[in-house]
C-alpha cells in the first residue's frame, strides 16, 4: 500500500519533465531540479544529496530476498505456500518498506540483525494487503507489477488464504526470530502492537473501505493517508523502536514516514494521469487519486509541501550525523526517481507507476 509503484512507459509520458527531468546511471546520485532545493539547518543534513542510496538500497534488497525465501519454505499444504510465495518472493518488489525499518532501526545505533525479522514482517504483511487489494470484490486487478495477479494466477480463494496466512506468519516471524539480547521484550511488544494497529479497521483496512466507497473530494487526503500512508509510518516507527528512539523521536519518524508514503502516492497519482492523458482514456477505479481530483497543478504543490514537511520532520536528528542520510534520500527519491530499483523496469525503459485501478506497490 504504502510508497509503492508498478510500471508505465516512460515514453508514454511527453510532460514527465515536470516530475523526473534528469534519469541516471544507477550508480550515480542526482539532485533534481523539478522541485526547489530544501534548505536544512545544519551541513551534515544538506550533505545527504551525496548518499548513495541505491547502492544502500539494492544491497538490503539481496539480505532481505534471501530472508524472506528462507521464511516461507514450501511445505504442505503446498499451494497454500506456493502463493504465499509467488507474491512476497517477487524480482520486481522494491522492499521499501522493510528497507526503511532497517534504515529507521540504524539511524539510533540498532543493528540489522534486530531489524531484520520485523523488516520482514512488514513485507508479508504489505503483500497480503496486496493480494487481497488485487481480489475482484476490491480494486479488481488482474496485474502486480507487471505479472498475473495472485488470484489471477491460483483462483481468488487461495489468494484469499495466502493473504491470510501471511499476515501471522508474519507476527510470528517477529517474535520467533528477533535475537532476545538486542531487543528488549517491552519493544517487541510494542512492535507488534503498532503493526496490528497499521493493518487493522482504523489502518489501512480504513482506507481500503473509504476507497471502495469514496464519495467526497474532502475524503481523499484521508483515503491516501490510511491507505498508503500508514504502513509507511508503521515501518519507520517499528525502525525506532528496534533501535531504542525516544518517545518524541518515535512521533517524528511517525510524521515522516506517513508523509513520505502519501508523497510517493501523489507523485504517483500524476504520473498516472499523465499516462492516461497521453493514451486517451481512463482508468475505471481510483476514485481517490489526487492529480484526477485537484488536478496535475495542485498535485505537484501538495507534492512540494509534502517533501518540505518529511524532511522538516527529520530536523532534529542531524545530531545522528551520516545515519539519517538513507531517510532524507528517500524523500528526494519519493519525488524524483533518479534511478531504478530493481523492479522499477519490467520491460526495457518503464519507469514504476502503479497498474490501473489498484493500489500501487514496492
Not at 494497529?197 to 473501505?209: E, I, N
Request: proline fraction near 4%; glycine fraction near 8%.
Amino acid at each position: 500500500m504504502p510508497f509503492c509503484i508498478s510500471t508505465l512507459t516512460l515514453n508514454s509520458l511527453p510532460h514527465i519533465s515536470s516530475i523526473n527531468p534528469k534519469r541516471t546511471l544507477r550508480n550515480q546520485t542526482v539532485r533534481s531540479s523539478s522541485f526547489p532545493s530544501i534548505s536544512t539547518k545544519s551541513t551534515t543534513m544538506s550533505m545527504h544529496t551525496k548518499f548513495d542510496l541505491y547502492t544502500y538500497w539494492t544491497s538490503l534488497i539481496s539480505e532481505i530476498n534471501l530472508q524472506l525465501d528462507q521464511a516461507i519454505p514450501v511445505k504442505y499444504p503446498e499451494q497454500i505456500y506456493e502463493s504465499m510465495r509467488y507474491s512476497v518472493l517477487a524480482t520486481e518488489a522494491k522492499r521499501a518498506t522493510p528497507v526503511m525499518c532497517i534504515a529507521s532501526c540504524e539511524l539510533f545505533g540498532g543493528s540489522r540483525l534486530a531489524a531484520f525479522p520485523t523488516a520482514c514482517a512488514l513485507e508479508m504483511v504489505h503483500e497480503a494487503s496486496l493480494i487481497h487489494d488485487d481480489l475482484p470484490y476490491m480494486d479488481d486487478d488482474l496485474f502486480r507489477r507487471g505479472r498475473l495477479s495472485n488470484h489471477s494466477v491460483y483462483g481468488v480463494d487461495m489468494a484469499i488464504l495466502a493473504g491470510d496466512a501471511l499476515f501471522p506468519l508474519g507476527f510470528q516471524h517477529i517474535v520467533s526470530n528477533t535475537p532476545p539480547g538486542l531487543v528488549p521484550e517491552t519493544r517487541l511488544l510494542r512492535v507488534v502492537s503498532e503493526i496490528a494497529r497499521a493493518v487493522g479497521s482504523t489502518g489501512m483496512a480504513a482506507g481500503q473501505f473509504l476507497d471502495l466507497n469514496y464519495s467526497e473530494e474532502s475524503s481523499v487526503e484521508f483515503v491516501q493517508e490510511k491507505k498508503f500512508g500508514e504502513l509507511s509510518e508503521c515501518s519507520a516507527v517499528c525502525g525506532g523502536l528496534l533501535g531504542g528512539a525516544t518517545d518524541n523521536e518515535l512521533e517524528s519518524l511517525r510524521r515522516y514516514g506517513r508523509t513520505v508514503g502519501v508523497l510517493y502516492q501523489v507523485v504517483n497519482d500524476v504520473l498516472e494521469f499523465k499516462r492516461e492523458q497521453a493514451e486517451g482514456g481512463g482508468k475505471k477505479k481510483g476514485n481517490s487519486s489526487f492529480a484526477k481530483v485537484f488536478g496535475v497543478e495542485k498535485a505537484l504543490e501538495k507534492a512540494e509541501e509534502l517533501r518540505v514537511k518529511a524532511k522538516k520532520e527529520l530536523d532534529g536528528f542531524e545530531k545522528y550525523g551520516e545515519k539519517v542520510f538513507p531517510l532524507l534520500s528517500f524523500v528526494d527519491y519519493a519525488v524524483d526517481r533518479s534511478f531504478d530499483v530493481v523492479g522499477d523496469h519490467v520491460g526495457n525503459g518503464t519507469l514504476g507507476v502503479k497498474q490501473p485501478g489498484g493500489m500501487a506497490s514496492l
